[in-house]
């Protein structure tokens, strides 16, 4: 049944059809959770109403659910091993869907089910966690660094021969797709294919989400676990380069699906929430120039104002994890199988944690104590390569730009999770000359 379209259309009936009719009945009735997930990003503002959560208090009963934007509840379950994390087939669903589910999976790349590493735990997690590691020691991240600088470098001299520049398009989405490409050993040709593939299961991290765009996500994904699966076998049948993904795929420490899964997963993680990094800071940046006048006085704020974009409108906005036993959280008994809901983009704007946490300001002295990345076991294992990619690529733009101005309202993307732009037309300027790293 999983294979077809009707399986196709069956399994997305029980994982967002059936979701999606009853957010949009809660939301009727002024659910803000529900109003949250059900606008799907579209124009609406989340944090006013993440802030009508946080005034019902710490942790908070929603139907289906446990929801919070407490930062110190949040930090505590993403850390506290009795809390694993959410895969869609153990969702606390009504049986004869937790059911369907379980019998139409399609079996393709997805890297928000099993076998992807975000979302399965110990011990297979710590197998491929440990594996993928290889790609983010210090070393590789050295390496990384002046690559970033290079590929910078080359979109910025692009970008300057661009008539009518999307930021998006020509900018912030090129950059990460060009270092992940690195990363997994894939040629450059790949790249519009990658792109393709991170936007349109982009999607699948939100729940209840529409047919047609459900049924896009799960086709982009066939085709990027046929070329990660190509790919996969190239390595094996000839002689590896010398990156670890490359090493990884050749030694044979894991099958063809996981393979394919955790390196879908690096696609998808890997650029489309740094793109909406840098998109966000060229925003907040745009709408605030006083923050942008004190870079320019003092460059040695850039890495600081990365993480106060972090903070400040999270690139992912939220996550979910479930209770392996009864624990009891903040005076609440939380019951084996509840799903506790972790708001971060709210928990980024916890009054207790931030002072004047609706403020942005690049200076913040503990803006780095961000949940943008997550935390404990599953906290982000590229967040060391976000923050270059996001440090390099905001300053070279507005140094390089500094008469940069955008055309037009940039568009949204219209999803709940990941939270930044499709859109982004500007004008240029003058350009001057910096000096980036060779």
């Not at 379980?102 to 079996?107: E, L």
């Not at 000839?238 to 393979?259: M, N, V």
């Not at 070279?396 to 993307?413: H, I, M, N, Q, V």
């Not at 939270?419 to 004008?427: D, E, I, S, V």
Request: net charge neutral; aromatic share 6%; glycine share 8%.
């Amino acid at each position: 049944m999983g294979s077809g379209l009707t399986g196709l259309w069956a399994r997305w009936l029980a994982m967002h059809g059936v979701p999606r009719a009853f957010m949009k009945m809660r939301a009727l009735r002024g659910d803000p959770l529900a109003r949250l997930i059900a606008s799907h990003g579209r124009g609406c503002d989340p944090y006013p109403l993440m802030e009508e959560i946080r005034a019902r208090g710490p942790l908070v009963r929603a139907p289906f659910t446990w929801v919070s934007v407490d930062h110190t509840l949040c930090r505590e379950v993403l850390r506290d091993k009795r809390f694993g994390v959410t895969a869609p087939a153990a969702m606390d669903l009504p049986r004869p869907l937790q059911a369907l589910i379980a019998r139409t999976d399609p079996g393709v790349a997805n890297p928000v089910e099993p076998p992807a590493m975000v979302i399965v735990d110990p011990p297979d997690h710590t197998r491929y966690r440990q594996l993928v590691a290889r790609s983010f020691t210090p070393r590789a991240i050295d390496r990384l660094d002046t690559r970033v600088a290079e590929v910078t470098r080359e979109l910025i001299e692009n970008l300057a021969c661009t008539t009518h520049p999307d930021l998006i398009a020509d900018f912030a989405s090129r950059l990460p797709v060009a270092i992940i490409a690195e990363i997994l050993d894939l040629p450059a040709d790949t790249h519009p294919r990658m792109l393709d593939w991170g936007h349109s299961g982009a999607p699948l991290l939100d729940v209840g989400i529409g047919w047609k765009t459900y049924r896009h996500a799960i086709a982009s994904l066939r085709d990027a676990d046929h070329d990660l699966r190509e790919r996969f076998h190239e390595l094996r049948a000839g002689t590896p380069s010398d990156t670890p993904f490359s090493r990884l795929a050749a030694d044979g420490a894991l099958t063809d699906h996981e393979f394919t899964a955790n390196a879908a997963l690096l696609v998808g993680a890997g650029f489309e929430t740094t793109v909406n990094l840098i998109g966000n800071g060229v925003v907040l940046l745009l709408q605030h120039p006083e923050q942008l006048a004190r870079l320019r006085d003092d460059p040695q704020l850039w890495p600081n104002a990365v993480e106060e974009i972090l903070r400040f409108d999270s690139p992912v906005q939220m996550t979910a994890r479930t209770a392996h036993c009864d624990v009891e959280i903040n005076g609440q008994r939380i019951a084996a199988g509840d799903m506790v809901a972790l708001l971060l983009g709210g928990a980024n704007r916890d009054p207790r944690v931030f002072a004047d946490p609706c403020s942005f300001d690049v200076t913040r002295t503990n803006a780095r104590d961000h949940l943008a990345f997550a935390s404990g076991i599953h906290a982000c294992i590229g967040a060391a390569l976000a923050r270059i990619e996001g440090t390099t690529a905001l300053r070279a733009l507005f140094e390089s730009f500094p008469d940069l101005r955008l055309t037009a309202p940039p568009d949204r993307r219209g999803l709940a999770n990941l939270r930044g732009f499709t859109r982004m037309p500007a004008q240029l300027g003058s350009r001057q000359t910096v000096g980036l790293p060779a």
